[in-house]
């Protein structure tokens, strides 16, 4: 199909690989504006199409979609997508060789650098038009900056006000009526519009309520319209030590909760409480799986480490088995609970992996934990959660301003697009542990290193 003249005002976005690895689907989320996608991200998907990884799944994807979008025709040719309100697109396939060549500037003839040169080509040639490359990575944008390059990260399902997200599911209300903290100590519960009056409530938003006499812990249950009280117990010998832990572990032993995050620094107990509340619900799950994402070394395979893969893998999982440890010292070595984690660990029934080695699993009748959550995207948070099946129970824990991944950010990552699309769901509850309880040595380092 000829490419349509252009129209002044339709922008075109230069894609680079990093954006594909993250949304296979990117290319379509561009409204009425063209893409330009480089011959050099198509050889670097290449490589990536083999393998279990979410990358490797978007690689893939991405590749079916081109080949869907372009049907018979040429790619290298102004091809629309699909929709009357989309733009087209079309696959770059030389490196051109411009006035200002990013290959001959910064000295090296790297991908990267042939990139910018797509970008830089179609400055000079489309002069009429506005071109953005767009990137998640960082460095890649500052050097098209460097280059006089408009450069953009991909918005699409970014998080705009990540400081919203500090203050979802806990309230603090001061000034409440003694008599209703009375009726909550007495009873249990209490309607919700005697306390909250005309607020906006929040499906399980938990509350800390105070007067001038009391305080109590609270919650609101949505499908019965009251606050109820929350009281702390102990979860396999693990007791709260304050009013958020407290919260963390109520959303995790109350049933009609399927899904759980749990935001906070390092020391704050996220996964100690979940791992806690597991076992105490030992027996209405078939299996306890405790996984968390793998980040390479250098953002190199775990391949390059030696030894066999389970020498591979330990260091990852080491602090999950920490936990584990200390929840099990709890007792002592003749206690029965201590001789039933082992108990657990050998029969498989609590099992410690990385999160590849569960994806793809059926989810039925687990009590799922995901640790270091924010090292995931959007698209693994949505295929975890997707595989649940009956009787199955998610707890995401992470810190979303600790980002281990490359091309994740606290705005795009999976932990903070959970909390953010998820919010106010009767079958969800989110809690952000603010203070250590690790050591005081600990929260000297987070409050002032």
Do not use: C
Request: proline content about 4%; overall charge positive; charged content about 30%.
């Amino acid at each position: 199909m000829p490419r349509a003249k252009s129209d002044k005002d339709r922008k075109i976005f230069v894609l680079d690989t990093s954006v594909i690895l993250y949304a296979h689907n990117s290319i379509m989320n561009f409204a009425e504006h063209d893409v330009v996608i480089p011959i050099t991200v198509l050889e670097e998907l290449d490589q990536f199409k083999k393998g279990n990884d979410t990358k490797n799944f978007e690689a893939r994807e991405f590749i079916r979609l081109l080949d869907k979008l372009s049907q018979d025709q040429r790619i290298d040719q102004w091809t629309p997508l699909n929709g009357k309100t989309k733009g087209f697109f079309k696959v770059m396939m030389h490196h051109p060789e411009n006035e200002r060549n990013a290959i001959k500037i910064f000295g090296e003839e790297k991908n990267d650098n042939k990139i910018l040169n797509v970008a830089v080509h179609l400055m000079e040639t489309e002069k009429t038009r506005r071109v953005i490359l767009v990137s998640k990575d960082i460095n890649l944008r500052l050097k098209a900056k460097s280059l006089n390059v408009h450069a953009e990260d991909y918005e699409t399902g970014k998080i705009k006000n990540i400081t919203e997200l500090e203050n979802t599911g806990k309230y603090i209300l001061e000034d409440v009526d003694p008599a209703g903290i009375n009726k909550l100590y007495e009873q249990g519960f209490i309607e919700a519009k005697a306390i909250l009056g005309t607020r906006k409530r929040k499906a399980n938003a938990y509350y800390i309520l105070k007067s001038e006499k009391n305080s109590v812990l609270a919650y609101f249950n949505a499908d019965q319209n009251v606050l109820a009280r929350v009281d702390k117990r102990l979860a396999y010998n693990v007791k709260p030590r304050n009013a958020e832990q407290t919260f963390a572990l109520h959303a995790i032993m109350n049933p009609d909760i399927k899904l759980v995050s749990i935001q906070g620094v390092a020391g704050t107990g996220k996964t100690l409480l979940a791992l806690a509340g597991a076992l105490e619900q030992r027996r209405d799950y078939k299996q306890i799986f405790l996984a968390r994402p793998i980040v390479p070394l250098s953002n190199k395979d775990i391949g390059y480490l030696p030894g066999d893969i389970k020498s591979k893998l330990n260091p990852y999982m080491e602090p999950l088995w920490d936990n584990l440890k200390f929840i099990q010292n709890q007792y002592k070595e003749t206690d029965k609970e201590y001789q039933k984690i082992t108990e657990l660990v050998n029969q498989e029934k609590l099992v410690i992996q990385p999160l590849a080695y569960i994806r793809g699993r059926s989810l039925s009748n687990i009590f799922f934990i995901v640790d270091e959550a924010q090292n995931l995207t959007p698209h693994e948070i949505k295929t975890i959660i997707s595989r649940a099946g009956e009787n199955t129970k998610i707890i995401f824990t992470g810190d979303v301003f600790q980002i281990d991944t490359p091309y994740l950010d606290s705005q795009s990552n999976g932990l903070s697009y959970l909390i953010d699309r998820v919010k106010d769901h009767p079958l969800y509850a989110h809690i952000k542990l603010e203070k250590g309880e690790r050591s005081e040595l600990a929260n000297l380092a987070n409050e002032l290193l």
